[in-house]
């Protein structure tokens, strides 16, 4: 069975913080993605990658940036977090074709 | 870049009848388009795909349909049940190892 791993379900931060999420996948997967999800919005890209040490910006890649050191861990940073990125967090990795999403964290930053 | 409008943004049905959801495309380079299905608290799941070479594609309750030439695809799901209550997206992609562009997602409730 196919895993992608995310390290926290919920998440509580404050304001200015320096926030990691981790995500780890089993598969050997090549590409690894970062969305986040908000309501009436659907699932935007944030960062992805399709190599180690390799990152492309997706549609929103303001204020966060990525580390992929090894292949199967997708990290994503929030430099200093700001309220208006309190949302879900969803993680993925693409084999051939289809892409496996992990189960999310819910980011709330006070 | 691509482009994936997705109708409607909420859909309620009775049990047992059937539910169509509808996405357009703008790139004709697309060929790959999966739909996921994500329920409370948890990531999206794959639930079905179609290729561009595929006009239909069934599996069980559920199908999707593809028309190329007029840029859209659809999920049909028949004989619905409670727990097909979710949201649900599709997406397209380029190519097979690209990344995928989602619509916005809709919100099925499907009462007893």
Request: net charge neutral.
């Amino acid at each position: 069975d196919v895993k992608v791993t995310q390290s926290s379900r919920y998440l509580v931060k404050r304001t200015g913080e320096k926030v990691f999420l981790e995500c780890v996948q089993d598969m050997d997967h090549e590409n690894m993605f970062w969305y986040r999800q908000d309501p009436g919005l659907g699932l935007r890209l944030i960062y992805f990658s399709y190599d180690v040490k390799m990152k492309e910006k997706g549609d929103i890649p303001e204020g966060y940036s990525v580390s992929r050191e090894k292949k199967e861990r997708f990290s994503l940073i929030l430099e200093s977090a700001s309220t208006n990125q309190t949302s879900m967090y969803l993680c993925a990795s693409t084999g051939t074709g289809t892409a496996f999403f992990g189960q999310g964290t819910r980011l709330t930053v006070v | 870049g691509e482009n994936v409008e997705q109708h409607p943004s909420t859909l309620s049905v009775q049990e047992g009848d059937s539910a169509v959801i509808k996405c357009t495309y703008s790139d004709s380079a697309s060929n790959y388009f999966p739909w996921y299905k994500q329920e409370l608290g948890k990531g999206p799941q794959l639930i079905i795909d179609i290729r561009s070479n595929v006009g239909e594609k069934k599996d069980q309750r559920i199908a999707v349909t593809l028309n190329k030439t007029a840029k859209h695809f659809s999920l049909h799901i028949t004989e619905t049940q409670p727990e097909d209550s979710a949201v649900y997206f599709c997406a397209a992609s380029e190519r097979t190892l690209g990344r995928l562009y989602f619509g916005r997602g809709t919100q099925l409730t499907v009462w007893p």
